[in-house]
T-cell receptor, first 115, second 114 residues
Framework: DAGITQSPRHKVTETGTPVTLRCHQT?????MYWYRQDPGHGLRLIHY???????DKGEVSDGYSVSRSKTEDFLLTLESATSSQTSVYFC??????????????FGPGTRLTVL | DAKTTQPPSMDCAEGRAANLPCNHS???????VYWYRQIHSQGPQYIIH???NNETNEMASLIITEDRKSSTLILPHATLRDTAVYYC???????????????FGKGTHLIIQP
């Protein structure tokens, strides 16, 4: 499982409230990712990080912000949650194997419901 | 990244080998074939990847045709816990940076029958 944990695992919140999801890794990987997964849309990249305080947007970044103040933690914040952000959120790390390949390993996910 | 085609669903008897096909006829020379699976309500799980040689690890074997236009993931002795959606992805190896987010298609829903 590449030492990835996510918290909380389940959360129910109300529209307009801020929400922060946490991804924690224990293996000192430089790259970390946040995805959301929805029926009919598959896996979509929200934001990613390529080092401490180095982050960039993915495919569906609107309404989300991220922070990475230390290598092991990557936080995803919904500034003002909306019902369209109800989803399952996965964190991933990128591990390099050999000279030219890399693999992403995923956390267990956080199921977020916005009422 | 090249597009892949997989059957939407397959059945396999418990204890038998499960052979999951994937077509990737537009694969480029520097693209690898990756396999992931997702068991219901869990995070995607990496299984195996390869470039052109057959690969085997503790979970599965990957057979890539000589022309690299298709591949087969083999689970040698399927168990009920192997019931999952299996995704075949074709992507360039380490590119040196960038988002490099993964894109999963619809995959194959493999159902292991007791």
């Amino acid at each position: 499982d590449a030492g990835i944990t996510q918290s909380p695992r389940h959360k129910v919140t109300e529209t307009g409230t801020p929400v922060t999801l946490r991804c924690h890794q224990t293996e000192n990987h430089r790259y970390m990712y946040w995805y959301r997964q929805d029926p009919g849309h598959g896996l979509r990249l929200i934001h990613y990080s390529y080092g401490v305080k180095d982050t960039d947007k993915g495919e569906v970044s609107d309404g989300y912000s991220v922070s990475r103040s230390k290598t092991e933690d990557f936080l995803l914040t919904l500034e003002s949650a909306t019902s369209s952000q109800t989803s399952v959120y996965f964190c991933a790390i990128r591990a390099f194997s050999g000279q030219s390949t890399d693999t992403q390993y995923f956390g267990p996910g956080t199921r977020l419901t916005v009422l | 990244d090249a597009k892949t085609t997989q059957p939407p669903s397959m059945d396999c008897a418990e204890g038998r080998a499960a052979n999951l096909p994937c077509n990737h006829s537009t694969i480029s020379g520097n693209e690898y074939v990756y396999w992931y699976r997702q068991i219901h309500s869990q995070g995607p799980q990496y299984i195996i990847h390869g470039l052109k040689n057959n690969e085997t690890n503790e979970m599965a074997s990957l057979i890539i045709t000589e022309d690299r236009k298709s591949s087969t993931l083999i689970l040698p002795h399927a168990t009920l816990r192997d019931t999952a959606v299996y995704y075949c992805i074709v992507r360039v190896g380490y590119s040196g940076g960038g988002a490099d987010g993964l894109t999963f298609g619809k995959g194959t829903h493999l159902i292991i029958q007791p």
